[in-house]
């Protein structure tokens, strides 16, 4: 990092991402809960958050364990919803021009809120600050309360009693409100993939609506009223 | 196929589908129209993420009033541009005083 470091951008990125590192810790809990109800060990949960480290393909996996589905089919669900962070590397690789063991240690990193970090960002100096920082403490809290909350889970019983299930939407939109705010191709993208999200969820197995979303992507391409 | 199958399917497959985007070619996004659909993906992922945590139980759209209720409070606060964590503690409160009331 050459940023100076008494920058004060520089300070409230990081303190912004370690924010984002606590709140992510809060369902980080949920789904170590959800994990043991599933039927998962306190070993496999735990290292299911280490080495998979990707909160929605974690969840879509042991919601399918849970509902009952093959192990296939949260496997595939699984990697299908995880799919999403290889566009986010993509999207990341000339940002954070890592090399060597750094990048294979990116690669790890890649997910949601890292990649929702650093591309906010004004400079690509800001941004692998962001990046970094919001990959640690999400791992940090992520893994710590993924222990908590599957050590807990008999205690505590239904995570959704605490009011988790509304956190995770509420976390994701977070995240998305900067790219609204970017501009009016952002917003009908959201749109059409809320919308392709929808009418799926019903149709199609658990993963499916999420990355059929990027479907959305056409509308970013025809512009309605172009043409006058 | 045992559960410690797919956790270990699971991490190795969602490591290297991470590490396969930092390994595609650079010229693959000089070009701006791949840019910018690159740059536009999280934006549709992370909508039908919103959607799907907010709506659905499985292959079942579920309209749960606290879950609802808390996420849409969670929303307000993200529309006031509230830190991170007070839309977080926000949505998870209303939620939780919701299903003990």
């Known amino acids: 990092m050459t940023a100076a470091p008494d920058d004060p951008t520089r300070a409230s990125v990081i303190r912004d991402s370690l924010g984002v590192g606590l709140a992510v810790g809060a369902y980080g809990f949920a789904f170590g809960a959800a994990s043991v109800a599933a039927g998962l060990s306190v070993l496999q949960t735990s290292l299911l958050s280490l080495l998979a480290f990707t909160g929605g393909t974690q969840f879509a996996v042991v919601g399918v364990v849970a509902g009952g589905g093959s192990l296939a089919a949260a496997l595939s669900s699984g990697l299908l919803l995880g799919s999403r962070n290889t566009l986010y590397a993509m999207r990341l690789a000339p940002l954070l021009q890592a090399r060597g063991l750094r990048r294979l240690l990116a690669a790890h990193g890649t997910i949601d809120e890292s990649t929702a970090m650093a591309i906010a960002q004004k400079s690509p100096q800001l941004s692998r600050v962001a990046f970094w920082w919001t990959f640690g403490g999400v791992f940090v809290f992520w893994n710590l309360a993924t222990l908590l909350g599957a050590v807990g889970t008999s205690a505590l019983g239904d995570p959704n009693r605490f009011g988790l299930d509304a956190v995770v939407p509420a976390a994701f939109l977070a995240l998305l409100a900067p790219r609204l705010r970017a501009g009016a191709i952002e917003r009908r993208v959201a749109l059409g993939g809320a919308a392709i999200a929808v009418v799926l969820i019903p149709l199609t197995p658990p993963g499916v609506p999420v990355l059929a979303s990027c479907a959305a992507l056409l509308l970013a391409t025809t512009i309605p009223g172009r043409r006058r | ?101």
């Open chain 2, 1 to 101: 196929m045992s559960l410690w199958t797919l956790v270990i399917a699971t991490a190795v497959g969602c490591y290297l589908l991470k590490l396969a985007g930092y390994l595609v070619p650079a010229r693959a996004l000089e070009h701006p129209r791949v840019r910018r659909l690159v740059e536009l993906l999280p934006v549709a992922l992370l909508a039908a993420l919103v959607v799907v945590e907010a709506l659905a139980a499985g292959r079942h759209l579920e309209f749960d009033g606290p879950r609802l209720a808390g996420f849409v409070v969670g929303a307000v606060a993200v529309w006031r541009r509230a830190p991170f964590l007070v839309v977080v503690v926000l949505a998870g409160l209303t939620a939780a005083l919701l299903r003990l009331a």
